[in-house]
């Protein structure tokens, strides 16, 4: 189906256009894919990475590689085919798995910024469990999918946008304008507000509170253990939220624009050109390959994971199968191998691997 509306966007333009469309998602889906894999790889590898906020992030890779799995591909596939016109029930999933991917991504930054404040503000850093994480993860799921499938139940409906080549929600759709305003509001304004109000409160209140802070700690003795504990975890929290504002920013950074376009100026009549709708719409999708890169630049331990696993291969999955040979079967239980930081070269690892 075809969006009653599309007479608001241009067609979607000359050919070569259309080419560098299918050419650039092609090369962002693989990045996202490729990159965010080696982000769960990482955080699987790495336990000091799993804090609790952290296992959002792994939410997030794992929306970001369903992003390159769907996302991307059925936008190469508006481009080239007309199975979104041809076939309603696949314009319906494509457009539910456009909002779900959305949704999972800006709600789990926002709870990651409502975690981090009550961790810096507050102290509730013992209260904000692995648990307490793992629900709210499951509570966006279920939030995601509820208003994803409202246009499929009836709720406004998804219409091919020729100018996006996807399906998305009928925006000018007389019958399901409640959902639009919905969407747009609670699901696009509250979030990024929320997003922009909780790290402006922690950087005011790191700000005003830095002398105190300071003073506190030189209370303790200084040879006192508490003294450096306090002192390390101040600014470990610190640094945490300051890692987590950068992924906000360039989520912001990738998705302001298609929002300034498709909820205002297309809306209003605007004439927007489409290698305009090509650009905002390609950067809200390369947000997705974007965040590996980020994570390694934030995390350094990511880094040494990414090295580690690009450019020494046969050690790390010959470490891994040691580990895991290790704990299935008990033997060698006691050695104490490291499988991080294992001293022994691929010849000896293959070795102890061929014995074992």
Not at 100 to 106: A, G, K, P, S, W
Not at 114 to 124: D, E, G, N, W
Not at 141 to 165: C, D, F, H, K, M
Request: net charge positive; with cysteine.
């Amino acid at each position: 189906m075809v969006s009653n509306n599309s007479s608001l966007y241009p067609e979607y333009g000359p050919t070569s256009l259309a080419t560098i469309r299918v050419a650039a998602y092609s090369v962002i889906g693989v990045i996202s894919i490729l990159g965010n894999l080696l982000v769960l790889i990482a955080f699987y590898r790495e336990k000091s990475l799993r804090i609790p906020t952290n296992y959002l992030i792994i939410n997030l890779a794992i929306t970001d590689i369903l992003n390159g799995i769907f996302k991307d591909t059925f936008i190469i596939l508006g481009t080239l085919t007309n199975l979104h016109i041809r076939y309603k029930a696949f314009c319906d999933f494509d457009g539910f798995m456009q909002i779900l991917l959305y949704l999972l991504t800006i709600y789990s930054l926002l709870a990651t910024a409502i975690f981090r404040y009550l961790v810096i503000i507050h102290s509730y850093g013992k209260k904000i469990t692995v648990r307490v994480v793992k629900i709210t993860v499951a509570i966006i799921w279920t939030y995601s999918l509820a208003i994803s499938l409202s246009p499929v139940l009836g709720w406004n409906r998804y219409v091919y946008q020729r100018i996006e080549s996807a399906c998305l929600p009928d925006w000018l759709y007389p019958a399901g304008r409640s959902y639009v305003m919905y969407a747009f509001i609670t699901d696009s304004i509250i979030p990024l507000s929320l997003l922009g109000i909780c790290y402006l409160c922690i950087y005011i209140f790191i700000r005003r509170n830095a002398k105190r802070f300071m003073v506190n700690i030189k209370k303790i003795q200084p040879d006192s253990l508490n003294r450096s504990l306090l002192r390390k975890s101040i600014k470990k929290e610190i640094e945490i939220t300051k890692k987590m504002f950068f992924v906000y920013l360039v989520f912001v950074i990738c998705y302001f624009p298609y929002t300034i376009v498709v909820f205002i100026l297309a809306p209003s009549g605007v004439a927007v050109p489409p290698v305009a709708f090509f650009i905002v719409g390609f950067l809200v999708n390369a947000n997705s390959a974007v965040n590996p890169f980020v994570y390694a630049v934030i995390y350094k331990s990511i880094r040494k994971a990414y090295y580690e696993i690009i450019f020494r291969p046969y050690t790390y999955a010959s470490t891994i199968l040691l580990s895991i040979k290790f704990h299935n079967t008990g033997t060698l239980r006691n050695c104490n191998v490291d499988v991080k930081n294992t001293k022994y070269n691929r010849y000896h690892l293959a070795k102890m691997y061929a014995i074992i």
